[in-house]
């Protein structure tokens, strides 16, 4: 009976996975992605499949939780990734949050499942578990690896990225690739938070009319969603912290280094980073455990392996983590969001919560560099400079490419406007290739005025008033002050709007503090509760 449900799933699997042409004039390019039109004897049968999993709630359901299903034989990894692709074809023709779907998945977890019964029914960790890759997070699989764009549709990458390989060994099941903000959202300065040519616009299921911000935005509203455990998203300024905050799940930007970069479409090697977003902060340090390390691929994580703790970042996941931290709060940025009283009030309920944890909170924290740092122009001058330098050092190594260049991604899109650019142009990428390289005096006065307004700025109040943490919203200029800093945060969602939109709040630290913004994310996470699934309001 059991393999009779696995064959029907690949056949469901296949009619998931359709193919499509890319018109325009550029031949006929195939392409997998998750969604479309279905019939209705395909979602009854991906029901039976999984109507034998209803006495485990999977919804909502935490690595631990399904750890322990599979633990007292409640539950299959084929079950689990079967549920997934039912709910993936009945959500994601109106989230568009999953590009494309790994054909192989059913047999991973079926695989997944002999090792577990071989080992004597438990493994643990992440074993099993299936998780989505941001579409800029290289596999060496059947999947693409495109950053959304068809520019670099029918690539073939050299090797899995270095978070990949760690996710493999660590026994992980790559379900698919999340859609995103085109290009991590670096090519256009009026870009649609969510959008791709190749996965259309994400959209968030709390509310469909609100943003679901960017630019991992795929990957917050895949697990925000229930259509897969946990994620990976990247960062460069914000682009974790923001679509975690948005759909109500938890982020967390580690600190740059401390994953490897190797295999990921880049934006800045100086900004980028890999981090988990998860419906919980406990999920995300599963991942996060499982994802860091040292990459001879990446020069940087030889600099932050010292960061790593020797027993993992398990052991900071302490109901009483608030006790004794001091947190400054940046209500400057809390008051330039322009929110309503009733959200006022939840934030004013959440430093209470803090207080009633045993938090000291510092009250009206502002990182005196912040208004600068929000006009200075030496952030976009490093980012135009790396992506260039980085883009092209990507695309070269590429087995297989349409292109090879950022210049030759700029002539793809005007050759293929209709697909490309019918939303909003690629002024980012004009200025990237005409910008000056690395050896420029500009490029280097730029990163040292980055540098001076980090020292200048959030080490200087951290410092001054030893802090362990800055308090503001997930969606402020918070993220820029990490991003040019290469320091850690975490999102927690804080609450909801009268009309139903969620937000959160993010914790900063100084590089390598990931452990105590675990302790201060969880202890309040357990406490507030915050978290709900989505509604789906139009």
Request: glycine letters at 10%; one cysteine or more.
């Amino acid at each position: 009976m059991a393999l009779m449900g696995v064959t029907a799933c690949f056949h469901i699997r296949n009619m998931i996975v359709h193919r499509s042409k890319l018109g325009g004039g550029a031949g006929r390019r195939k392409r997998r992605r998750a969604g479309g039109r279905s019939t209705i004897i395909v979602s009854l049968l991906l029901f039976l499949l999984t109507s034998s999993a209803v006495a485990f709630s999977i919804d909502e359901a935490t690595v631990d939780d399904i750890q322990a299903a599979f633990a007292s034989r409640s539950l299959t990894s084929v079950k689990l990734v079967s549920y997934y692709l039912h709910k993936i074809e009945t959500l994601n023709s109106l989230l568009h949050a999953v590009i494309e779907v790994n054909p192989d998945c059913l047999l991973l977890a079926a695989r997944a499942d002999r090792q577990r019964r071989k080992a004597g029914g438990y493994i643990g960790g992440l074993h099993g578990i299936p998780i989505l890759l941001k579409d800029n997070i290289a596999t060496l699989d059947k999947l693409n690896t495109t950053a959304g764009s068809y520019a670099l549709l029918g690539s073939k990458v050299p090797r899995d990225a270095g978070v990949v390989t760690r996710l493999r060994k660590n026994g992980a099941i790559i379900l698919g690739k999340a859609n995103l903000s085109e290009w991590a959202n670096f090519r256009s300065s009026n870009s649609s938070s969510g959008w791709s040519a190749r996965g259309g616009q994400t959209r968030n299921p709390y509310v469909l009319s609100a943003t679901p911000c960017g630019s991992s935005s795929g990957s917050a509203v895949g697990v925000a969603a229930n259509l897969v455990t946990v994620s990976l998203g990247t960062e460069t300024d914000g682009s974790i912290l923001c679509p975690a905050s948005w759909n109500s799940v938890v982020g967390i930007k580690p600190t740059v280094g401390l994953t490897s970069r190797a295999g990921v479409v880049p934006v800045s090697h100086n900004q980028d980073t890999v981090g988990p977003i998860c419906r919980t902060v406990a999920d995300a340090v599963a991942v996060l455990d499982a994802i860091v390390g040292l990459d001879e691929m990446d020069v940087t994580t030889a600099q932050a392996v010292r960061f790593i703790p020797k027993e993992g970042y398990k052991q900071f996941l302490k109901l009483e983590g608030l006790r004794g931290k001091r947190i400054g709060i940046a209500e400057n940025l809390f008051v330039d969001l322009g929110s309503t009283a009733s959200d006022a009030a939840v934030i004013d309920d959440l430093v209470l919560t803090l207080r009633k944890m045993g938090a000291e909170i510092i009250g009206n924290a502002t990182i005196p560099t912040m208004n600068v740092i929000a006009k200075s122009q030496s952030e976009g001058i490093v980012l135009l400079c790396d992506f260039k330098q980085d883009l092209n050092s990507y695309l070269a190594k590429l087995v297989v490419s349409p292109v090879r260049t950022l210049a030759e991604v700029i002539a793809f899109n005007n050759q293929h406007a209709s697909e490309e650019l019918s939303l909003f142009g690629q002024d980012l990428f004009n200025l990237a290739e005409n910008s000056t390289g690395f050896k420029s005096k500009i490029y280097r006065a730029a990163l040292i005025r980055d540098s001076w307004l980090t020292t200048n700025g959030i080490d200087w109040l951290l410092s001054k008033f030893q802090l362990d943490a800055v308090a503001a919203p997930s969606s402020s200029a918070i993220a820029s002050v990490a991003g040019i800093g290469g320091y850690p945060g975490i999102s927690i969602p804080a609450g909801y709007t009268r009309d139903g939109v969620p937000f959160g709040i993010t914790f900063v630290g100084k590089a390598g503090s990931e452990p105590t913004l675990i302790e201060i994310g969880y202890s309040l996470e357990q406490a507030t509760r915050v978290r709900k699934p989505p509604t789906f309001r139009h």
